[in-house]
């Protein structure tokens, strides 16, 4: 039956009474039209989806009408992270699909053409393959200047996406190496890349430790650089769970926020100062382990982390050295690292003093480091009130005792800055100090912002790496033989499983699954077919490539550079120099729309451009992997236009299409896209994607349980070997939904048998280091794995190495992927380029002098050419940028939503009551604020949730911003990274948006 | 056994999850809004925002907190709204105060007369809206959509009886926690509130009337005394008798063919 909402309001108002009036109608009518069965206004909704937005991963439910279309869509009840409840934008989901706003047209601009017009999906593909087929063959690369066989072309760019589903990421790579693109990047360079360079120099893996979940076991959590109550609503569910039992919540940020606002402890800290902060607690907590060791967790500092063992004796250090390590070439602006190495005995194992005195050995050498971080020179440098300081530090530490578990949440507060891999390198080492890696309630969660950037970035749309963190080889590496044994790391330590040693198995099965047939061990399994890349591609390395006309064409599926980019003006110029720009997305974007954007003539503009209209996540199928590591399965719930496409179907269709040219009329290199294995079905079937990547025992034709069945000779395939297991004999992994637990996995809540995670569906990594050398929990109340030796094996979660307790024979150290089997407090060799350990720097542009050495700034970041600095006497107050809870990064996907756009309506910028009065700006006015890169226009919103920090004893303000605005869309605004500055990590480029230089006045 | 909902403040994030699932469930459009120096919007509750998110900045550094307060309806058992609808359009159902739309004149009394401004017209002469407790879901066994959607459980639906039990018991733990003033609100106002509050500090502080009262006798001697009044209430009243008949005839029509489906 059809019930209109006033018809269902009748209903409803019907069973209701009011008493003046129900004596004049008489008793009857009341009486009779009470009935309690109200219908529901509309059906709740039975298919499920998981949330598009961020990398908490939450599952909604859709219903949708006999048209397919939408009618409802909210929190799914059984989903075990949200259980039912999700955030604004989350809730807002149905307004994705059901919004007039949505592309529902193929899209073409030709070159110098002030308006769109519209084509046809053919014409499109058509036009767009012999595009990049012309690129391709005019700039096409056998032999690099030295003679080295390469294999490439410089002039095509892709640029996305974590928006998509893992099986199209998982395509876009493929797609992109047979091309031989060697730009080939997408957002998690923007948001994470410096988590991966961390996390996988101190643990051995580059992802977030524990899950969502898991934050529920927390004794202490500290969030910094990240507002998680704003930005991963959903991990409050489990941080309040957390506080009802007892836990402390430490919020560190510049600005008061709303995860400030539940925390016990709010401490300020300017941006960029994190890691003087961390280092004051690492200085606070070794001197407390030297004279309270029955406090910390010994067992766990000696024999799991690199403490004990011994550095070169030449290496010196920033407490040496003015600020620098040893081996620094200013004129290369790099460092020489041979110096930053173990002592190896005889047998050519680390030496290592179990005593932890000798001067060389780990232990001392963080003292050492972090002997100079006293409070009074941290609160200096960051502007913390020096009680509220000594609190944290107090707090965080007490959970240093091996049954309490503390853990750090942190997003791109942390990640964005020119030392940021070494910040999460700091709350590495304090983890590990406190023992808090490896256990429920601890590890470092790297709140990944996407929904699918932890696929995206493990299928690697990234230049540097290949699917599953696999190297993307070097001109260097001439045959397969060359490339395997640079990357496959040895070890002399009995003790140490030294998992890469599998190097090989997992790059000939992922050429199998490229390569097909084609792929034989005489030919190196067609390493020639992989592009070889040298030098920096990433991110702004592409964008100064667009601007030097290296770059002609650019490839950017959902993802919106004109909004995103670091100096974002210089971006959207660089746009206009392309030959050709093919985007796909829901909406029209900034960047599809770059060339129309204000203060630009059309006229002046030759890019060709392409705007695809592409299905959201509600109206296809496929997998996504949370930050948790969660692959979770999505179905299709609803249609978005008719006209919209996959982003699986127009990758195959591209492909289809340059197979078909190439054929027909040759090109340079042909043969990796001819013999590019691609056989979905016709339209592709997302499942015969999905067992691709997990792989196949070629000889008998099953899909493999493990990758520990990944062999090197070419009998097996997997598209990424870490998703070996996610898709097996017994079914797809991902789609599962069983709730079921055993009593201990219930106790932290891990929900082994809802949806897969990697590796092999382990949920902690490390889990080994949660236990003694007996093989019992350091935490008895919340046990991750416990030895059971009358079964002889590992119960709980699954184990990280199945080998038995460090006591008995034949046993592994529980960090399996690092060479020594230890977690890194010292992070040896060619690993980092700006230090094995975190020292203090001011950012880039900085109104203060270094108060901790002489070196100003990160000493090895890579100063572009178009980079402008601007100067303290012109821009003094410090900007960050930032996002609120109710729109998600470069804005498209909330600013075209009616209800968030009402939320939060307009662009804004924050700054304290004090400097407004300075500078006259009234709460609500508007304001101008400007870098030396470029000024926006904003409203001020005047708060006490800001307030100027004293630095050296000098008033330093500091003001914040969200980044979420562009000129399209329902709601239009200034972009913030006009004002950013295109300047990266010194380990990953990753951009320095959250501390640069700024003014501000009333407009 | 009555319902009710608890919010408890100490534990929202302001995410506002619960103001946009009250949209998606009852269809109800956005409004403009403007960025005036606040997170908070809409300014106002309306016709088409039954629920919102009061934001606060209360206290000075060091003390400083950033209050966050749903605002809605509270469903009061005194009901002003009630006793003063010309119409009987607003009335209890069960606990819960709901507005009959098609009874509704649009006089706006209980616009005037509710002590928590949570009744708004549609303009220019539209009838009155308000949060109705989302009515169908919870005699459906369901949640309201806002408990359900709020990610850190601080708007909790059940039993009121379980609820004024809990919340005493969080305002005890809030209290040793340092927050002095923290207090249950809703139990005995105005006989018993539908919403009931687990507050960090008087109800002052989150823009809630210490002693709400009941606004029948002042609001009900305008009307009774106007001639108008009383010719409206006639005309109204017959006007009712023919339209009920209609009514009670769609809600059989509704049970015998089932549940509905829009
Ligand atoms: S945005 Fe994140 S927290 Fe919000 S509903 Fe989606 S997945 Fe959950
Ligand atoms: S959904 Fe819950 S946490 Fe979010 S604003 Fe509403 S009451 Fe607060």
Redesign the interface.
Known sequence: ??????????????????????G??GPE?FL?????????????GEKTTICCYCGVGCGAIVAS?ENGKA?????D?DHPI?Q?????K???L?QVTNNERRLDRVSYRAPYSSDWEEVSWDWAIDKIARNIKKTRDENWTYKDEKGRVVNHTEAIGWDGSAAVNNEEAYLFTKFARALGITYLEHCARLCHSSTVAALGASFGRGAMTNHWIDIKNSNCIMIIGSNA??NH??S??WV?KAMEEGAKLISVDPR?T?????ADIYAKMRSGTDIAFIGGMIKYVIEDIEGHPENYNMTYIKEYTNATLLINPDFKGPADLDGLFCGYDASKRAYDRSKWVYQLDDKGIPKKDISLKDPNCVFQLLKKQFSRYDVDTVCSITGTPKDVYREVCETYAATGKPDKAATIIYAMGTTQHTYATQIIRSYSILQLLLGNIGIAGGGINAARGQSNVQGSTDHAILYHILPGYLKTPPPDDVDLEAYVKHYTPTSNDPLSANWWQNYKKYIVSLLKAWYGDAAVASNGFAYDYLPKVEGDHSHIAMAEAIENGVVKGLISPGHNTAVSGPNVNLEREGLGKLDWLVVSDLWESETAAFWKRPRTAPSQIKTEVFLLPAQASMEKEGSITNSGRWSQWRYKCCDGPDIARSDLWMVTELIKKMKELYDTEGGEYPDPILNLAWDYGDPPDVHKVAQEINGYDLETGQLLPSFANLKSDGTTSSGNWLYCGSYTEEGNMAARRDVTQTPAQANIGLYPNWAWCWPLNRRILYNRASVDLDGNPFAPDKSVIIWDPLLGKWVGDVPDGGWPPMFQQGTKLPFIMTSEGRAHLFATGEVLNDGPMPEHYEPWESPVKNLLSGIQSDPVVTIWKSLVKGDVSDYPIVATTYR???HWQAGQMTRNL???????????VELSEELAEEKGIR??GRVIVESARGKIEA???????F?PFSIDGKKVHQIGMPWHWGYMGLSTGDSANMLTPNIGDANTTIPEYKAFLCNIRAK | MAKAMLVDVSKCIGCRSCQVACKQWHDLPAVSTKQEGTYENPPELSASTWTKIEFKEFGEDGTFRWLFRKHQCMHCTEASCVEVCPTGAVAHHDEFVEINQEWCIGCGYCVTACPFGAVHREPPKGTARKCVFCIDRVTNGLEPACAKACPTGAIQFGERADLVEAAHRRVQTLIAEGYSNAVLYGENELGGLGYLYVLTDRPSVFNLPENPEVATSMVSAQWFSGIGTAVLLAAVSFWLFFKRKKRIEAIQQSKTEGGAEE
Not at chain 1, 35 to 40: E, K, M, T, V, Y
Not at chain 1, 84 to 88: K, Q, R, V
Not at chain 1, 898 to 908: C, D, Q, S
């Open positions: 039956m059809e019930l209109t909402r006033r018809d269902f309001l009748k209903l409803c108002g019907g069973t209701a009474g009011g008493a003046a009036i129900l004049m109608l009518s009779e039209a009470a009935p309690i069965d109200i219908p529901l206004r509309k059906r709740i009408d009618i409802n869509i909210e929190g009840p949200n039912g409840a999700l955030c604004s989350g809730t807002a149905i109550a704003e609503p959903l409050f569910k309040t008061f709303r995860t400030s606002s539940k609120v809870s109710e009616p209800w968030l756009v009402e939320l939060m309506p307009e662009m804004f709460n609500g409203v001020a919103v005047v708060t006490k949730r307030s």
